[in-house]
């Protein structure tokens, strides 16, 4: 997904002098040999910001681990150090750091006024829309030619008006699920980047911003569907949730990031949806589907309540096993709703039944 926005085009350079030509690799070890010290900070800290685009989605985790043990040490650096920390991490999208970073900065009078839409930016993406909203207000009042700051309260405006009337965020302990808008692009992309989460989920490898954005407004354009970004208290954006709703009867998917799965989370962010979509938009029967291979995905869904059918999808989609959650009822019965559900994602998927079913067992 969005090869170009992962595009390093690094070419091979010699360490010799950091200071004039380095890659992410080679000032990696520079400052894993100085521990990360603050005078190691202070010296390559600009030149990582200076090729944070080269950072591989991969190697993003082992950075901001770094990177926010580094923070804790840094109050006596520098407030250059301080300041490069914050940027650094609002470019690789980190916005839990990027957040107390700015707060360290605000509360000890070192906050810069370039900082201040950094600041907005972070609690937008992590779901604190009506804070951002208050802050961008604060920063046109103090300074009103800021043309940014007019222009993004507007947007502020508009999008806590389109979720109030769309979708509202559903929160939870850890995590909160936070419709997703078009400010959390790139937040999606540093998660997307696994090939095996478009495979599994049936969803498109996108080309570009352009196509990911397109997307979107198809997903809310239909009317029936919400698609959520999953925030995790420490982490931001870690995934996605969605969910069709035709009458009573819904279809759900959920992905993780690579660095997120196998720790509970995306059956978690699961269950918020569903007891949500139950208490909330009446919805009594939910279906899923996932590949026959995929153990941990089946059995999330059966840790949610979910129920392997006793029919297939037709080839070629034969690998994959429909799930069902919700009261019993016929099997034909669960035919038709998932014929409908299907017609309605455009999906060509088709069920490996005869349309007319007699005496239909029971689910």
Not at 30 to 44: D, V
Not at 110 to 123: K, M, Q, R, S, T
Not at 147 to 173: C, K, M, N, Y
Not at 324 to 349: I, K
Request: charged share 20%; hydrophobic share 45%; with cysteine.
């Amino acid at each position: 997904m969005y090869a170009a926005w992962f595009d390093n085009g690094a070419a091979d350079v010699s360490a010799d002098d950091l200071s004039v030509c380095s890659s992410l690799s080679t000032l990696w070890d520079a400052l894993e040999s100085a521990q990360w010290s603050p005078r190691a900070l202070e010296r390559w800290l600009p030149e990582v910001l200076a090729r944070a685009y080269e950072l591989p989605p991969d190697a993003r985790i082992a950075w901001l681990m770094r990177l926010r043990e580094a923070a804790r040490h840094a109050w006596a650096a520098p407030v250059v150090v301080r300041q490069t920390l914050m940027q650094l991490a609002c470019a690789w999208c980190d916005w839990p750091l990027s957040l107390t970073t700015a707060e360290g900065l605000d509360a000890a009078g070192e906050l810069p006024d370039w900082a201040g839409p950094l600041w907005v930016d972070a609690e937008l993406r992590l779901g604190a829309s009506q804070s951002a909203l208050s802050r961008c207000r604060a920063m046109a009042l103090l300074r009103p030619t800021d043309r940014w700051a007019s222009e993004t309260h507007d947007s502020l405006q508009r999008w806590l008006g389109f979720i109030d009337r769309v979708a509202s965020p559903i929160v939870g302990e850890s995590l909160r699920l936070e419709p997703m808008g078009h400010h959390h692009a790139g937040d999606f992309a540093w998660q997307y980047y696994d090939p095996a989460i478009a495979e599994r989920c049936c969803l498109p490898t996108f080309a570009d911003h352009a196509h990911w954005h397109r997307w979107l407004d198809q997903c809310w354009g239909y009317g029936d569907q919400r698609i959520y970004a999953v925030i995790h208290a420490e982490w931001g954006f870690i995934g996605s949730v969605s969910l069709i709703l035709r009458g009573n009867n819904g279809f759900f998917y959920y992905w993780l990031g690579r660095d997120f799965q196998g720790y509970g989370l995306g059956p978690a962010a699961a269950q918020l949806l569903l007891d949500h979509a139950q208490a909330h938009r009446g919805m009594q029967t939910c279906y899923a589907k996932v590949f026959e291979d995929n153990a941990p995905s089946r059995r999330a869904l059966q840790k949610l309540g979910f129920d392997a059918l006793d029919f297939r999808p037709a080839p070629p989609s034969a690998h994959e096993v429909l799930y069902r959650r919700g009261p019993p009822q016929c099997r034909e019965d669960s035919v038709e709703e998932l014929r409908t559900l299907f017609e309605r994602m455009g999906s060509a998927t088709r069920i490996a039944v005869p349309y007319s079913l007699s005496g239909g067992a029971c689910q």
